[in-house]
């Protein structure tokens, strides 16, 4: 059970800054960003991300109804007024997730793809992606556990979840893949916080 429609309880536009890394403005996905996304989705690098071979048509049809769903929250965030991830948050009782655990109020799931690096990676920056998702989805007073299912197979995401909070408590097999389902709180998120200003909601929007 999960309170009704929490993905509108979320503020957007959203603001955070990471010291060393800067600025990151987190906002809601607009129909015109999927031509961006689309390309992202696809790329070899995001194999995990499941879109492989789609059509800019397909990955519209997917993106318009996330946009259009009361229980998803997919964004587009910028660092620096640059384009940085792209974020899909969701309420796991609506979502195939909820077959496999028991869902408590205040959970929230999530995903997030970081963009192709313009130049030289930046060392540093996919935490603090992952620390900014945090941040914004723990704005919610309601929001008091976050629960991810990274593929088994995705090395990479692992220790980047450890080391933001989560706690990795067994695996599942969902319809489409064999997946680890952690969980972090938000005192575990607090003890693992990058140094960083105070988030908070932002007007400021990008073209």
């Known amino acids: 059970m999960s309170c009704p429609d929490p993905q509108r309880a979320?503020?957007?536009?959203?603001?955070?800054?990471?010291t060393g890394i800067g600025r990151f403005l987190i906002q809601p996905l607009r129909r015109e960003d999927i031509p961006l996304i689309h390309a992202w989705v696809t790329a070899p690098r995001a194999s995990f991300w499941g879109m492989q071979g789609?059509?800019?048509?397909?990955?519209?049809?997917?993106?318009?109804?996330?946009?259009?769903?009361?229980?998803?929250?997919?964004?587009l965030a910028y660092c620096n007024g640059e384009p940085a991830f792209l974020l899909e948050?969701?309420?796991p009782a609506h979502d195939e997730l909820?077959?496999?655990y028991q869902v408590l109020p205040g959970d929230r799931g999530m995903h997030f793809l970081v963009a192709?690096?313009?130049?030289?990676?930046?060392?540093?920056?996919?935490r603090a992606v992952m620390d900014s998702i945090l941040a914004w989805l723990f704005s919610d007073p309601l929001t008091t556990r976050i629960v991810v299912e990274p593929d088994?197979?995705?090395?990479?995401?692992?220790?980047?979840?450890?080391?933001?909070?989560?706690e990795y408590?067994?695996?599942?097999?969902?319809?489409?893949?064999?997946?680890?389902?952690?969980?972090?709180?938000r005192q575990a998120y607090l003890r693992h916080a990058?140094?960083?200003?105070?988030?908070?909601?932002?007007?400021?929007?990008?073209?």
């Open 194 to 207: 990058l140094p960083q200003t105070l988030p908070q909601p932002c007007t400021e929007t990008f073209a």
């Open 152 to 166: 088994v197979c995705n090395e990479k995401i692992h220790p980047l979840n450890r080391a933001a909070g989560f």
């Open 98 to 100: 909820a077959t496999h």
């Open 89 to 91: 948050s969701y309420d």
């Open 169 to 185: 408590l067994r695996t599942l097999e969902l319809s489409y893949k064999t997946a680890w389902f952690a969980v972090c709180t």
């Open 54 to 75: 789609q059509t800019l048509e397909q990955v519209a049809a997917v993106y318009h109804a996330q946009i259009d769903s009361p229980h998803q929250a997919p964004c």
């Open 116 to 126: 192709p690096a313009p130049g030289k990676p930046v060392h540093g920056f996919t």
């Open 10 to 18: 979320l503020a957007a536009p959203f603001q955070h800054t990471v």
